[in-house]
């Protein structure tokens, strides 16, 4: 266990569906990452908060929308998704937005868009 | 624009066998170096970290090392176990990327009992 935990770990949803992506952290951390993982290709980051600031968003669509409500916990709200949007939803903290600062990964969410 | 390349895409060997893992990236200006171990249906476990100043690191049976002249990376595994089988990512922070890491696709290995 990395003490980063995400719910639901498997999500099926229709492309009119609203869910939420829940991530939580037990390390103490103030710095928190959303990634997409597709099939064959590189992670790709989706947002940052720092100390609960949005410092980062990758030019994601906003279908995706991020919330975090403390240090502790950060949400992706979803809907109106397309089928290219099925992936794993990767969570991690890490102490800070800081260089070298050694990133932890939750289990990841796996969406599936139907 | 850095990128990270990991080659192969997959690999399978034999238990009991060293192996090496290759990362090779194209801008040599990072803070550091980042290897991953990420299981079926499980998130990623960092492995070992090299900054930039450091030519190599080692934890157990892995040690990884860093050429950032040449751009290039590897990870030895020895005495490779099953339990190895795995899929193992790299990511490097570029210096110009405000912190953000740069992710290979990774190499996905097998290690056959």
């Known amino acids: 266990e990395t003490g980063v935990t995400q719910t639901p770990r498997h999500l099926v949803m229709g492309m009119t569906n609203k869910k939420s992506l829940k991530c939580e952290q037990h390390?103490?951390?103030?710095?928190m990452y959303w990634y997409k993982q597709s099939a064959k290709k590189p992670l790709e980051l989706m947002f940052v908060y720092n100390f609960k600031e949005q410092t980062e968003n990758n030019s994601v669509p906003s279908r995706f929308s991020p919330e975090c409500p403390n240090s502790s916990h950060l949400f992706l709200h979803l809907h109106t998704l397309q089928p290219e949007d099925s992936a794993l939803y990767l969570c991690a903290s890490s102490q800070d937005r800081a260089t070298g600062r050694e990133q932890y990964f939750g289990p990841g969410t796996r969406l599936t868009v139907t | 624009k850095q990128e990270v390349t990991q080659i192969p895409a997959a690999l399978s060997v034999p238990e009991g066998e060293n192996l090496v893992l290759n990362c090779s990236f194209t801008d040599s200006a990072i803070y550091n170096l980042q290897w991953f171990r990420q299981d079926p249906g499980k998130g990623l476990t960092s492995l070992l970290l090299?900054?930039?100043s450091q030519r190599e690191q080692t934890s157990g049976r892995l040690n990884a090392s860093l050429d950032k002249s040449s751009g290039r990376s590897t990870l030895y595994i020895a005495a490779s176990q099953p339990g190895d089988s795995a899929t193992y990512l790299c990511a490097v922070v570029p210096m110009d990327s405000n912190y953000q890491l740069i992710w290979g696709a990774g190499t996905k290995l097998i290690i056959k009992p």
């Open positions: 090299i900054q930039s």
């Open positions: 390390l103490g951390h103030n710095a």
